[in-house]
């Protein structure tokens, strides 16, 4: 939905033309939301966002700028506070809701693949994969998982190459020889899998077990994962008395951050406390042990 902004917000207007206003072109930046489009009657508006008679959604319904429509989008002065009605925005997303439902517009968790009886999600399984495997107690060889894509580029597709602390490092890195030995010593160890790709390399799936508890069928090596905390939930983490020295000590430079970028920034620390969709436990440092060792 922010993303409806993002080509009024950004830069690359710049170097528009002197008469490139929306009056004289009529033509939108790039994501810009439609604007001429009548709205239905159910749904609902707040007054500080006018529409036509007609309920006809026009430039001034979001912008509070007199006669933005005239204006070359080059002189658009975007740090106005009403250049979005209302403003300013802390998140984009927020004057979205004004007139769109929030809980409509959420993504769906589709690692949460079973319902509350226990039955599988189906359409969510789709995401993934391009077919359903309904047979959960027939284990599977990696041809026949159907994935969309190759699973070290898959998740892309939802989430982050940089989700987390050395994760890309991670991404580029390819197990030697000793490195194996000891991958395969970790899984017949906890009856887990540590998949590579099909370069050898390390990927989202070899640390992240993708499938909730109950999906895959219990002798399934690839159902090993660490089952302690609700996936509506997701990770949680629990206060620690080092918050106030991480606080005290990123003080001076988030005051100095904030100063020049004009936004505020916070940085504490907490321990994490439960976690989910993971091959074994990272908290106590027990996942990065069933790849690395550290001599003594």
């Known amino acids: 939905m922010a993303g409806m902004l993002l080509g009024l917000l950004g830069t690359g207007i710049a170097a528009a033309g002197a008469d490139d206003s929306y009056a004289t072109t009529k033509k939108l930046p790039p994501l810009h939301h439609v604007?001429?489009?009548v709205l239905p009657e159910e749904m609902k508006t707040?007054?500080?966002?006018?529409l036509r008679e007609d309920?006809?959604?026009?430039?001034?319904?979001?912008h509070g700028i007199e006669d933005i429509d005239k204006v070359p989008y080059?002189?658009?002065?975007?740090s106005l506070p009403d250049f979005l009605r209302g403003g300013p925005y802390d998140k984009l997303e927020s004057f979205c809701y004004e007139c769109h439902e929030?809980?409509?517009f959420k993504r769906p968790n589709i690692h949460i693949l079973l319902d509350k009886n226990g039955k599988l999600r189906e359409e969510r399984c789709t995401y993934c994969h391009e077919e359903v495997h309904r047979e959960r107690d027939q284990p599977l060889r990696a041809a026949d998982y159907k994935l969309r894509l190759p699973?070290?580029?898959l998740c892309y597709g939802c989430h982050l190459k940089t989700p987390h602390f050395n994760a890309l490092e991670h991404q580029a890195s390819k197990p030697d020889a000793r490195m194996k030995l000891h991958m395969k010593d970790s899984k017949e160890r906890h009856g887990i899998i540590l998949p590579l790709s099909r370069e050898g390399?390390?990927?989202c799936p070899t640390c992240h077990a993708p499938h909730q508890p109950g999906v895959i069928d219990a002798l399934n090596p690839a159902v090993g994962q660490v089952d302690n905390a609700d996936l509506e939930t997701g990770v949680s983490y629990r206060e620690h008395p080092w918050d106030a020295v991480v606080r005290e000590d990123k003080k001076a430079r988030l005051e100095a951050l904030s100063e020049q970028s004009g936004q505020r920034f916070e940085l504490g620390y907490r321990r994490i406390?439960?976690?989910?969709?993971?091959r074994l436990p990272a908290k106590n440092g027990e996942l990065c042990l069933a790849c690395h060792q550290f001599d003594e």
């Open 55 to 62: 309920r006809e959604l026009r430039c001034p319904t979001c």
């Open 46 to 50: 707040p007054k500080r966002l006018p």
């Open 102 to 104: 929030k809980d409509k």
């Open 35 to 37: 604007v001429g489009v």
């Open 74 to 78: 080059r002189r658009i002065d975007r």
């Open 151 to 153: 699973p070290e580029r």
């Open 273 to 278: 406390d439960k976690e989910v969709l993971l």
């Open 201 to 203: 390399k390390v990927m």
